[in-house]
């Protein structure tokens, strides 16, 4: 158990420092969620209420499609580079390094959309009852869509134009995330119980967290043999 | 279960099965369509068009069903390695689409004089769509792997998530209860159909699982003599 930790540890480390580094994907998932979310006001005109109305969605919307963006190099650079043949082989096991890797792809990709949500909730003219919410459901939210995506990424791991199909698998189980975490926030904005939304949405992030790490594992396998 | 996992024996069976899927396919539908266009009453606020329903509720009951049909003999793949059930998969994926289309567009001509739209986002309406999006995904990842083992096993995978969405699915109109109607067939407290209109229902129901038996059986059959010819091909291009 603790060599299986310490090995999650170190794996996650590396792969934050790697996500960070220069062309890292963490830099380029950032600079993708801040510019697809002020090309919104060019698209629909910069009325308020409209804005107000559109925020909670187009907020989630371009979250997830930023996370997806960074989801076909999940395991895609270790694989070609030979290291994913030697995690497989951590005495450890595979299932605790698609954990970490997972962990990792959250922490850099999502956490720091997470953050910077407020401010894009600004430009959106987002009311201040649904800040809270707006970051707790992101919060939420993108680690099922980290957990989810790994799948995907693993499936298409041995191919070499995986984004498109990886896209295609993926996006039909981000929905149920993405209904819950945006009505949580429009509960909020009207005052109304968002509590409901809120474990809906956990529930749906526990299932992902379960069965995530379980098929991601068995897809590597089989793309490893 | 293992009995059934040689192809020769799955042959032999289907070629007895066939014969009777297309009696079955024929008598029940010409009598279902018979029904329902001519001897079920029409509905006192739907008029007419309530005769949507028997294309439209088996075809969306046969969506879910052959998702199922998947995700058996998936599960069956990933654990005991059937090659046959491997391809009970592919074979069935094409037709569950074609299925979930059917319920989607039947859904959208009966929506239009009923509801007014052709499209809503109510639960049951998106939670299908999601499932035509989830066969898309299955037999493109079939498609885009060359190795065919290895693509009937990431098939498999992937059909095992997607199973999550079926009880999504038949519990949606419950959880959400919006435009689309809640279950009134199969339901615990009985149906709340008459029977003057549950009995064409039954009887095309029968008429596309029959449809599906034969389409399904044919495939598969198809899917075995490919690949023997591939075998075959591989076999004398070694040898000469």
């Keep these: 158990m603790n060599a299986s930790f310490a090995i999650m540890i170190s794996v996650i480390m590396?792969?934050?420092?790697?996500?960070?580094?220069?062309?890292?994907?963490?830099?380029?998932?950032?600079?993708?969620?801040?510019?697809?979310?002020?090309?919104f006001p060019f698209g629909v005109g910069p009325e308020p209420q409209v804005l107000t109305r559109i925020a909670p969605g187009v907020i989630w919307v371009v979250a997830l499609l930023a996370c997806l963006l960074s989801l076909d190099r999940l395991y895609q650079a270790d694989y070609e580079d030979g290291s994913l043949d030697d995690l497989a082989l951590s005495p450890a096991g595979l299932l605790p390094v698609v954990i970490a890797k997972i962990l990792a792809h959250w922490i850099s990709t999502s956490l720091p959309l997470v953050l910077l949500s407020p401010l894009l909730g600004l430009l959106m003219n987002l009311?201040?009852?649904?800040?809270?919410?707006l970051v707790l459901s992101l919060a939420i939210?993108?680690?099922?869509?980290?957990?989810?995506?790994?799948?995907?990424?693993?499936?298409?791991?041995?191919?070499?134009?995986?984004?498109?199909?990886?896209?295609l698998l993926v996006l039909p189980l981000y929905i149920p995330s993405l209904i819950f975490g945006v009505t949580g926030i429009d509960a909020a904005i009207m005052g109304l119980d968002v509590l409901p939304h809120t474990a809906l949405l956990s529930a749906i992030t526990l299932v992902a967290v379960v069965l995530g790490p379980i098929a991601s594992a068995s897809a590597i396998r089989l793309a490893l043999e | 279960m293992h009995i059934f996992a040689n192809p020769a024996r799955f042959v032999r069976l289907a070629d007895k099965i066939m014969p009777w899927a297309v009696v079955v396919f024929i008598g029940t539908l010409?009598?279902?369509?018979?029904?329902?266009?001519?001897?079920?009453?029409?509905?006192?606020?739907?008029?007419?068009?309530?005769?949507?329903?028997?294309?439209?509720?088996?075809?969306?009951?046969?969506?879910?069903?052959?998702?199922?049909?998947?995700?058996?003999?998936?599960?069956?793949?990933?654990?005991?390695?059937?090659?046959?059930?491997?391809?009970?998969?592919?074979?069935?994926?094409?037709?569950?689409?074609?299925?979930?289309?059917?319920?989607?567009?039947?859904?959208?001509?009966?929506?239009?004089?009923?509801?007014?739209?052709y499209w809503v986002w109510d639960g049951r309406l998106t939670s299908v769509l999601i499932l035509f999006f989830l066969y898309l995904g299955y037999m493109a990842i079939w498609q885009a792997m060359d190795d065919e083992e290895k693509a009937g096993r990431a098939a498999a995978i992937l059909a095992l998530v997607g199973s999550v969405n079926i009880p999504i699915i038949k519990f949606s109109v419950d959880w959400w209860n919006t435009l689309h109607q809640p279950a009134s067939v199969m339901r615990l407290d009985g149906s709340t159909i008459d029977g003057s209109m549950l009995w064409p229902l039954f009887m095309m129901a029968i008429a596309f699982q029959a449809y599906f038996?034969?389409?399904?059986?044919?495939?598969?059959?198809?899917?075995?003599?490919?690949?023997k010819i591939a075998v075959l091909r591989l076999q004398e291009v070694s040898g000469s």
């Design chain 2, 213 to 227: 038996v034969i389409v399904f059986f044919w495939r598969m059959k198809l899917e075995i003599d490919r690949r």
């Design chain 2, 30 to 117: 010409g009598y279902g369509l018979y029904l329902a266009f001519f001897d079920s009453p029409i509905d006192y606020q739907q008029g007419e068009s309530v005769r949507i329903m028997y294309v439209h509720v088996p075809a969306a009951w046969m969506s879910m069903f052959t998702y199922m049909v998947i995700a058996v003999s998936s599960f069956v793949a990933l654990v005991w390695r059937h090659p046959l059930a491997q391809i009970a998969g592919k074979a069935a994926a094409p037709i569950g689409a074609a299925f979930t289309a059917l319920a989607l567009v039947t859904g959208a001509l009966w929506g239009k004089p009923m509801w007014g739209t």
């Design chain 1, 14 to 39: 590396r792969d934050v420092r790697l996500g960070w580094s220069q062309g890292g994907t963490g830099t380029m998932s950032l600079s993708f969620f801040f510019i697809a979310v002020t090309l």
């Design chain 1, 141 to 167: 939210g993108t680690l099922a869509l980290s957990f989810i995506g790994s799948i995907g990424a693993a499936l298409t791991v041995a191919m070499r134009r995986g984004g498109v199909l990886l896209s």
């Design chain 1, 127 to 133: 009311p201040a009852e649904g800040y809270v919410q």
